[in-house]
């Protein structure tokens, strides 16, 4: 359905962070921006584990279109996709990384990104990386913490709200096909 | 109430909020259809678990109550059954407030015990009673934010942070209440359920029901929640699906499983009912009022128990929790000449000619009803007194009319039965 042209609502529900730490790190208008213009996004963390979070949300970012790259140290194929032991040696130019990995280890992934010139990092939800962010953040790169980014597609897509959650976007402006894409 | 949970569609761009009334979706591709069924991805399969026009309902519920989401099912004792069911497994325990809609207590004492789910009763306005009852195996408390019939008041503070001191979640019946009066989660509460055929749908016309959660709950170590599910291939549905875990497996396991869903066309009545909440309760509350201090001044009424009085037990937690405004239900007692209580509640109601006698309440108009011999009839005489049920009690859901036209309507059927 997507959620319209104009929406510039604070999504304030299910985050950890404060007011000031919001408008820094998940910014509607920033995380629209990087659901739009992203077209590869590597995952680091990606689990083999069709069960785990990480392979839900890599599937429905392959199902809405975008080509994703599983960063782990197990070689081999997941969702189609090669892995690379990190971000240094994928061979491809890199939009957006989005990060499963624990708090005490992104400050590395984080210092991998910046060495690596991409531009935007997505530390998921209750993922610990405050340090990480700040780090990134300094360095000139875009950073969303503690927002899933398949649940924030589907906020802005408008498939969240079949689930019957919460979307925190209120519009009364026609919808606009699909609005994350 | 007016916009939250729709926007205009892209090609059509209906205004109001469209019926979807089919039973199931069409898919994109075998692939899109498997990750549907996996739940990987959100989207439509079946009626039966979810509708575009019910989705409209249940994220407008869920903002008006603060809630990360909601599920709307058949009606309030579905909404009750699945949000306990998928909570707990045998041998589980609850917490309730003794002061609960009939229905509720005939559901928590019969069909729960077939299920092995045993309920400790408690006085819902003693907090050392609630914590006497807890043990290891208590999965939930549960009370009513306005208790039916008799307008009790929950304290909802202190009864959340004793829920969170226990590491289970508090769940509120807010149906007598609605978001407009009060809002659960505010106050700590996880998990917020709605008879929306009350106060929500406000017409009379619907019978619905929904679940509101809080997405705050941390349940990382409630095993019904967090463990792997074996009808989803081990799926944790709180680590996969985060603060909207519980809520997932309400909709993809129980509701699925036990069929209550709502119907389409009966999402979009409640949803016309819901676009006037605000200037309904308004005149609810307004009409209730004006009723409650013309029985208390009449000569034939023993006793009138609203929590808006300033004698009220509750009347300190009915400001806090309620504005002063707890609702248009409540309950009085009739004066009987010669002292039988259910004689004389029986002649009142039969004397009445604009309330309707009906066992419904949060109707558009004014209702009535004797619930010794109605809706709390099941109950033993044990339970009955327990409930705060007396035999001359007449509980009344004050609707819309003109106000003067429910006072006429009382004062005479009142003469009329004191006669």
Same mark, same amino acid.
């Given at each position: 359905m997507?959620?319209?042209?104009?929406?510039?609502?604070?999504?304030?529900?299910?985050?950890?962070?404060?007011?000031d730490?919001?408008?820094?790190?998940?910014n509607?208008?920033?995380?629209r921006r990087l659901?739009?213009?992203?077209?590869t996004i590597?995952?680091?963390?990606?689990?083999?584990?069709?069960?785990?979070?990480?392979s839900?949300?890599?599937?429905?970012?392959?199902?809405?279109?975008?080509?994703i790259v599983?960063?782990?140290?197990?070689s081999?194929?997941?969702?189609?996709?090669?892995?690379?032991?990190?971000?240094?040696s994928?061979?491809?130019?890199?939009?957006?990384?989005?990060?499963?990995?624990p708090?005490?280890?992104?400050v590395?992934v984080?210092?991998q990104?910046?060495?690596?010139?991409?531009?935007?990092i997505?530390?998921?939800?209750?993922?610990?990386a405050?340090?990480?962010?700040?780090?990134?953040?300094?360095?000139?790169?875009t950073?969303?913490?503690d927002?899933c980014?398949?649940m924030e597609h589907?906020?802005?897509?408008?498939s969240?709200?079949w689930?019957?959650m919460?979307t925190?976007?209120?519009?009364?402006?026609?919808?606009v096909?699909?609005?994350?894409? | 109430?007016l916009?939250?949970?729709?926007?205009?569609?892209?090609?059509?761009?209906?205004?109001?909020?469209p019926?979807?009334?089919t039973?199931?979706?069409?898919?994109?591709?075998?692939?899109?259809?498997?990750?549907?069924?996996e739940l990987?991805q959100?989207?439509?399969?079946?009626?039966?678990?979810?509708?575009?026009?019910?989705?409209?309902?249940?994220e407008?519920?869920?903002?008006?109550?603060n809630?990360t989401?909601?599920?709307?099912?058949?009606?309030?004792?579905?909404?009750?059954?699945?949000?306990f069911?998928?909570?707990?497994?045998?041998?589980?325990?609850?917490v309730?407030?003794?002061?609960?809609y009939?229905g509720?207590?005939?559901?928590?004492?019969?069909?729960?015990?077939?299920?092995?789910?045993?309920?400790?009763w408690?006085?819902?306005?003693?907090?050392?009673?609630w914590?006497r009852a807890?043990?290891?195996?208590?999965?939930?408390?549960?009370?009513e934010?306005?208790?039916?019939?008799?307008?009790?008041?929950? =304290?909802?503070?202190?009864?959340?942070?004793?829920?969170?001191?226990?590491?289970?979640?508090?769940?509120?019946?807010?149906?007598?209440?609605?978001?407009?009066?009060?809002?659960?989660?505010d106050w700590?509460?996880?998990?917020?359920?709605?008879?929306?055929?009350?106060f929500?749908?406000?017409?009379?016309?619907?019978?619905?029901?929904?679940?509101v959660?809080?997405?705050?709950? =941390?349940?990382?170590?409630f095993?019904?929640?967090?463990?792997?599910?074996?009808?989803?291939?081990?799926?944790?549905?709180?680590?996969?699906?985060?603060?909207?875990?519980?809520?997932?497996?309400?909709r993809?396991?129980?509701?699925?499983?036990?069929?209550?869903c709502?119907?389409p066309m009966?999402?979009?009545l409640?949803?016309?009912?819901?676009?006037?909440?605000?200037?309904?309760m308004?005149?609810?509350?307004?009409?209730?009022r004006?009723?409650?201090?013309?029985?208390?001044?009449?000569?034939?009424?023993?006793?009138?128990?609203?929590?808006?009085?300033?004698?009220h037990p509750?009347?300190?937690?009915?400001?806090?929790?309620?504005?002063?405004?707890p609702?248009?239900?409540?309950?009085?007692?009739?004066?009987?000449? =010669?002292?039988?209580?259910?004689?004389a509640?029986r002649?009142?109601?039969e004397?009445?000619?604009?309330?309707?006698?009906?066992?419904?309440?949060?109707?558009?108009?004014?209702?009535?009803?004797?619930?010794?011999?109605?809706?709390?009839?099941?109950?033993?005489?044990e339970?009955?007194?327990?409930?705060?049920?007396?035999?001359?009690l007449?509980?009344?859901?004050?609707g819309?009319?003109t106000?003067? =036209?429910?006072?006429?309507d009382?004062?005479?059927?009142?003469l009329?039965?004191s006669?």
């Amino acid at each position: 359905m997507g959620s319209g042209p104009g929406v510039a609502c604070d999504i304030t529900l299910n985050t950890e962070l404060t007011a000031d730490q919001r408008r820094r790190f998940q910014n509607v208008d920033t995380i629209r921006r990087l659901l739009r213009e992203s077209h590869t996004i590597a995952i680091v963390g990606l689990s083999s584990d069709p069960q785990k979070a990480s392979s839900f949300v890599a599937t429905y970012l392959q199902a809405a279109g975008y080509r994703i790259v599983p960063v782990t140290p197990r070689s081999g194929v997941i969702l189609g996709e090669r892995t690379y032991p990190d971000l240094a040696s994928v061979p491809l130019p890199i939009d957006l990384v989005v990060v499963f990995r624990p708090g005490r280890e992104c400050v590395r992934v984080a210092e991998q990104a910046i060495a690596a010139g991409i531009k935007a990092i997505w530390f998921q939800l209750r993922i610990q990386a405050l340090e990480a962010a700040e780090l990134a953040q300094q360095a000139g790169l875009t950073v969303v913490l503690d927002k899933c980014i398949k649940m924030e597609h589907g906020r802005f897509s408008g498939s969240l709200h079949w689930a019957g959650m919460n979307t925190e976007i209120i519009s009364a402006r026609k919808a606009v096909g699909s609005a994350a894409r | 109430m007016l916009h939250a949970g729709h926007i205009p569609d892209s090609v059509v761009g209906a205004r109001a909020v469209p019926i979807y009334q089919t039973t199931s979706y069409v898919f994109d591709s075998p692939e899109s259809a498997a990750q549907l069924f996996e739940l990987k991805q959100y989207g439509n399969i079946y009626t039966r678990i979810a509708n575009p026009t019910t989705a409209v309902l249940e994220e407008r519920l869920a903002s008006l109550e603060n809630g990360t989401g909601a599920v709307a099912v058949a009606s309030g004792m579905a909404a009750q059954f699945a949000a306990f069911m998928t909570l707990l497994s045998p041998g589980d325990e609850i917490v309730a407030s003794s002061e609960l809609y009939g229905g509720t207590v005939t559901q928590l004492t019969h069909t729960f015990k077939k299920l092995s789910i045993a309920v400790h009763w408690v006085d819902p306005s003693k907090l050392e009673e609630w914590e006497r009852a807890i043990t290891p195996k208590t999965r939930a408390l549960f009370g009513e934010t306005i208790g039916n019939p008799r307008g009790s008041i929950l =304290d909802l503070e202190p009864l959340a942070k004793l829920a969170d001191a226990h590491r289970i979640p508090l769940v509120v019946d807010n149906t007598f209440a609605t978001p407009y009066l009060c809002r659960p989660i505010d106050w700590g509460a996880t998990i917020v359920l709605h008879s929306t055929t009350k106060f929500i749908g406000g017409h009379g016309n619907s019978i619905g029901g929904a679940i509101v959660e809080s997405g705050t709950f =941390d349940y990382s170590s409630f095993p019904t929640i967090a463990d792997p599910s074996p009808s989803y291939h081990g799926l944790r549905f709180y680590e996969t699906f985060g603060h909207y875990g519980y809520l997932m497996k309400v909709r993809a396991e129980t509701v699925r499983d036990t069929g209550a869903c709502l119907s389409p066309m009966n999402a979009f009545l409640l949803l016309q009912g819901l676009e006037t909440l605000s200037l309904r309760m308004e005149r609810h509350v307004a009409n209730a009022r004006a009723v409650v201090d013309f029985l208390l001044a009449h000569r034939c009424v023993a006793w009138v128990a609203y929590a808006g009085l300033p004698d009220h037990p509750q009347h300190a937690l009915a400001c806090k929790y309620l504005g002063g405004r707890p609702g248009a239900v409540f309950a009085f007692g009739i004066k009987a000449k =010669d002292g039988d209580g259910r004689a004389a509640g029986r002649r009142f109601i039969e004397e009445l000619q604009l309330f309707s006698h009906l066992a419904n309440v949060g109707d558009a108009r004014s209702l009535v009803i004797h619930p010794a011999s109605t809706t709390h009839q099941q109950l033993t005489d044990e339970e009955l007194a327990r409930g705060g049920v007396a035999p001359e009690l007449i509980r009344l859901s004050v609707g819309l009319e003109t106000t003067e =036209d429910l006072l006429w309507d009382l004062d005479q059927a009142l003469l009329a039965t004191s006669r």
